[in-house]
């Protein structure tokens, strides 16, 4: 079954400080996996796309690796700050079709 | 302008109603969605559209209706609302590339928060 899943569930962090958040992806086949920023009463938003050839994608303090041999992504946030307190979602997306997995998401809280 | 649009954003009606909330998308995309986010945020999609034409229909049950006039805009009428029906629905939109290759990226609008007492 095509799942994916996310760690931690959520993250509490000090204004500054660096994070990591996890994604596991059982999907195939595989065609591209994103990270979704989703602030309190809005929409998800796109922040990166991994496809299998890529390693590592930067947006500005956010980093996106994907390692499609484990099936593992990752996103770091460097120098977090109040504004990154989001929940982050990792999607990813099937070969062929038009489906789409979604993760449950990390809630992340930026403390000042 | 916004990109993808749906309406109400807050919607409090009594069990047993009918409702409808609308959407839109300026983008120029062929694929529209509508996702349902729980209160535990998961969102999970209902249904997808390509080009006015059903692609993807979840287990859903068939109180829910969506209704494609054109490939701009995706509705969702909801027949007899149940108390489990309360959730924020979201609307959304992809794009093909000239390829056909899906690149997956999906457009959201803001939600609309339904409750139903």
């Known amino acids: 079954k095509n799942q994916v899943e996310q760690s931690p569930q959520s993250l509490i962090i000090l204004e500054g400080k660096n994070c990591t958040l996890q994604?596991?992806?059982?999907?195939?086949?595989?065609?591209?996996l994103r990270w979704y920023k989703q602030d309190t009463g809005r929409g998800p938003v796109s922040l990166t796309i991994?496809?299998?050839?890529?390693n590592t994608k930067s947006n500005g303090r956010y980093t996106a690796t994907l390692d499609a041999d484990t099936k593992q992504s990752s996103l770091h946030i460097t120098a977090s700050q109040l504004s990154d307190s989001a929940s982050y979602i990792c999607?990813?997306?099937?070969?062929?079709?038009?489906?789409?997995?979604f993760g449950a998401g990390t809630r992340l809280f930026v403390k000042a | 302008d916004t990109a993808v649009s749906q309406t109400p954003k807050y919607l409090v009606t009594q069990m047993g109603n009918d409702k409808s909330i609308k959407c839109e998308q300026n983008?120029?995309?062929?694929?529209m969605y509508w996702y349902k986010q729980d209160s535990k945020k998961f969102l999970k999609i209902m249904f997808s559209?390509?080009?006015?034409?059903?692609?993807i229909n979840e287990t859903v049950p068939n109180r829910f209706s969506p209704k494609s006039p054109d490939k701009a805009h995706l509705n969702l009428h909801i027949n007899s609302l149940e108390l489990g029906d309360s959730a924020v629905y979201f609307c959304?939109?992809?794009?093909?590339?000239?390829?056909?290759?899906?690149?997956?990226?999906?457009?959201f609008g803001e939600g609309s928060r339904l409750t139903v007492l």
């Open positions: 983008l120029g995309h062929d694929t």
């Open positions: 559209y390509n080009n006015k034409e059903l692609i």
């Open positions: 959304a939109s992809s794009q093909r590339e000239g390829s056909g290759r899906d690149t997956g990226e999906l457009f």
């Open positions: 999607v990813v997306h099937e070969g062929g079709g038009f489906k789409t997995i």
């Open positions: 994604c596991n992806y059982t999907v195939s086949p595989f065609s591209n």
């Open positions: 991994m496809t299998f050839s890529e």
